[in-house]
């Protein structure tokens, strides 16, 4: 889909293998994907999986 700008991450998770996380499109002025710094992207994970992963160290 050429319309969406959005990017999956995949991870490998315990009891989850092949979880795919999609984050919102960056606006204007954001970072681009692959520029996140690994304390954001634990940010955005931790927010998707909820409560399936308690402590976010995991990740």
Not at 16 to 43: A, C, N
Request: zero cysteines.
């Amino acid at each position: 889909d050429m319309e969406s700008l959005s990017w999956h991450l995949s991870l490998k998770l315990s009891d989850k293998p092949k979880e795919v996380f999609q984050f919102p499109d960056t606006e204007p002025g954001d970072v681009h994907p692959g520029e996140y710094q690994v304390s954001t992207l634990k940010q955005l994970i931790s927010a998707q999986l909820s409560d399936s992963l308690p402590d976010p160290e995991l990740i």
